[in-house]
């Protein structure tokens, strides 16, 4: 069992930027593929990063390709997402979501662990 928590979010003026960070319980949390989604308002959930267990991999949407970056730290059992160059488009709740599969992928499906998500509010 994995438990996720997100922290991090907040209000941010367009241009500036913000690093969420997600905490993960769990000893096998180093074997897990990790990822960052996010849901607008009357939107369905995006995936917005994604990052393998070994650290070697990443893949992202090309709409935050540049401006954002996945990182984790295994030994810290967590997995971050600095923000930069923020759009007001990018205000949503940004989720942490694990897969014991450790597959890459932007499917909402292909997780079987999710945190409770934290607000990121982009004013223009």
């Known amino acids: 069992q994995v438990q996720l928590v997100e922290s991090g979010g907040g209000l941010v003026q367009a241009g500036g930027s913000l690093r969420l960070s997600c905490a993960a319980s769990?000893?096998?949390?180093?074997?897990?593929?990790m990822a960052w989604f996010r849901q607008a308002p009357g939107k369905d959930r995006e995936f917005v990063a994604a990052i393998s267990w070994t650290v070697t991999s990443t893949y992202y949407a090309d709409s935050v390709k540049g401006r954002f970056t996945i990182s984790r730290d295994n030994a810290k059992n967590t997995v971050y997402l600095q923000m930069n160059s923020l759009k007001p488009e990018d205000t949503a709740v940004y989720y942490c979501?694990?897969?014991?599969?450790?597959?890459?992928?932007?499917?909402?499906?292909?997780?079987?662990?999710w945190g409770q998500g934290a607000q990121v509010t982009v004013s223009s």
């Open positions: 769990g000893r096998l949390f180093s074997s897990y593929a």
């Open positions: 979501a694990a897969s014991s599969s450790g597959v890459l992928a932007a499917r909402t499906s292909s997780y079987n662990y």
